[in-house]
Structures are given as C-alpha cells and as structure tokens.
C-alpha cells in the first residue's frame, strides 16, 4: 500500500468503500488496514457483488441505478448514530451521493 493512502487511512475518522465491482488485491489491503487501525467502514456496495470477507460483519448499504436516493438516506442516518461530528457526516455523505451518482451515470451511459 502506497504511503499517501496508510497515510489518509490513519488520519481518517472513517473509511467510504463504494464497491461497484469486484474489489483486487490493492483495496482489500486498505480495508484491512483500515480495520486493523480500528477505523469506522462504510461500505457502500452495488448489487449482486460478492462483499469482501473482511466486510461481513459491518452494515452494508447495497444499491442499484434504482435506489442511490435511499441509500443515501440510509448512510446519513447511520453516519448520525456513530458519534460523527456534523461536519463530517456532511462530508461523508457529499461523497456518497457524489459516488452513486457517477454510478448512476455510468450506468445510464451503458444502457
């Protein structure tokens, strides 16, 4: 893992893993490493891909082109339970909506 990313894992509160395809070896090592360092996951999953086993015990948010709305909601809501302070539970979810809508247009774009 390069340094920059140990780096902004350790000065994180919590980590955003948008997972819309199978995940390789790279972004399996920084959740691990995020976890390993105690850090708060939010993983964010499309559909249909199989979660990373280091992730099966957290909440997972699936979404589809159909539901980023939802998801959204559901990741605030969350967010608001874990302590976070209001300023980073607007930024966390500016991210979320920011990363389901580029899935979203990415998905558009396909059809």
Not at 30 to 45: D, R
Request: glycine share 6%; aromatic share 6%; with cysteine.
């Amino acid at each position: 893992m390069i340094e920059q990313v140990r780096r902004a894992i350790d000065q994180s509160d919590c980590v955003l893993a948008i997972i819309t395809g199978n995940i390789g070896p790279a972004v399996a090592a920084e959740l691990n490493y995020a976890l390993a360092q105690g850090k708060l996951i939010v993983p964010v999953v499309r559909e249909g891909i199989a979660l990373p086993a280091a992730l099966r015990k957290h909440p997972v948010f699936q979404f589809s082109p159909w539901n980023t709305g939802e998801v959204e909601t559901k990741v605030v809501d969350f967010l608001k339970q874990q302590e976070l302070s209001k300023k980073n539970v607007q930024s966390l979810a500016a991210f979320v909506l920011a990363g389901l809508g580029v899935f979203l247009l990415a998905s558009l774009a396909e059809k």
